[in-house]
């Protein structure tokens, strides 16, 4: 089981938080596939951008995508959209996206909020001792690293 630490902008962490955002997807431009990088079981800190890490969840499923197109991106929508969130200018900007994955929410908790000195422009972030902006130590001192 891995962590990962996953910065969204407030309206998508607040909707996350109130139940009505289950599903998160990452689209990326660069043909490079995403396989392995998130799995189920995985756990996740969701921070807000420019803000505190303020709650954690399970990934309960995830779907890799290779060699989108607009069309698939508009199927993704189609299927997912209401749990995934975003206006119609999101979905725009993500029309010439190539790869990416989409996760399946599960046990999503408020936790205490922690603040982290992160400076770099990375929303999606493998955890691994030492190069974890010091949260894998506070997760597990709080007892939130394992199962619900």
Do not use: Q
Request: proline share 5%; hydrophobic share 40%; glycine share 10%.
């Amino acid at each position: 089981m891995n962590h990962h630490l996953v910065i969204l902008k407030r309206p998508y962490l607040e909707a996350i938080l109130a139940g009505g955002k289950t599903l998160e997807l990452r689209l990326t431009r660069a043909r490079r596939p995403m396989r392995g990088r998130v799995c189920p079981r995985d756990r996740l800190l969701l921070k807000a951008s420019g803000g505190m890490v303020r709650a954690l969840a399970t990934v309960e499923a995830v779907e890799h995508y290779e060699d989108l197109t607009p069309e698939r991106i508009f199927e993704i929508r189609r299927r997912y959209g209401n749990r995934i969130g975003g206006d119609d200018t999101v979905w725009t900007r993500m029309m010439d996206c190539r790869s990416g994955f989409l996760v399946r929410l599960a046990d999503v908790r408020p936790i205490e909020p922690i603040r982290i000195d992160k400076k770099d422009s990375r929303a999606w972030v493998l955890l691994k001792e030492g190069r974890d902006f010091g949260l894998l130590g506070r997760i597990r001192e709080n007892g939130l690293t394992g199962e619900p």
